[in-house]
């Protein structure tokens, strides 16, 4: 990177019961890196942070975001069957759309994932879709469509995903930083 270019600020907020979500995440982040500053949080430690580009995501749940009623049920599956599914260690905690429900009102752009079911959309709804809809109804603006990366029924995700979500990234950062984007 060229010493007079500037380094746009971003924040990826992310909510994860089993680690498919996190990992997505951390590859996004990868593929942000090379244009753009970059700090990577779980949802619940993004209250009070005023970044301006926000890319976040969450865990498909009942056609959209989670609620705590769908966050116990996966606490529920983790301790019924722990060969299949590993909590996160904030996996219980709060949720983005409690975190949304807070109306961030300092986000001005930004991008929205999630992971999901490899079934057809519109049996399994989108998490993305619907923090999508959320910030461009506080006045965010997106800076690509909502994406959706996939998980088996063991909620591993599927080969090529984290790739995928690496060149999200990468095309995202070249969107922050050719609509010359500033976080400040």
Known sequence: MAEAEVMERALIVYESMF???RRIAEAIIEGLRARVDCALVPVRE?????????IVGAPTHAHGLSRRES???AVQ???TDPAR?????????TGVREWLDGKPAHIRHHAAFDTR?????????????????????LGSVHLDEPQSFLV????????GELERAR??????????VSAQVIAS
């Open 71 to 73: 966050r116990d049920d």
């Open 46 to 54: 993004a209250a009070g942070r005023e970044e301006r580009i926000v």
């Open 167 to 176: 060149g999200w990234g990468m095309r995202i950062a070249e969107r922050i």
């Open 85 to 93: 599914h590993t909590l996160e260690p904030e996996g219980a905690s």
């Open 152 to 159: 088996d029924r063991d909620s591993h995700l599927l080969p």
């Open 19 to 21: 680690g498919a979500t």
């Open 117 to 137: 079911a490899d079934m057809p959309r519109i049996f399994t709804g989108s998490a993305a879709a619907a923090i999508d809809r959320r910030l461009l109804r």
């Open 77 to 79: 599956w983790a301790i």
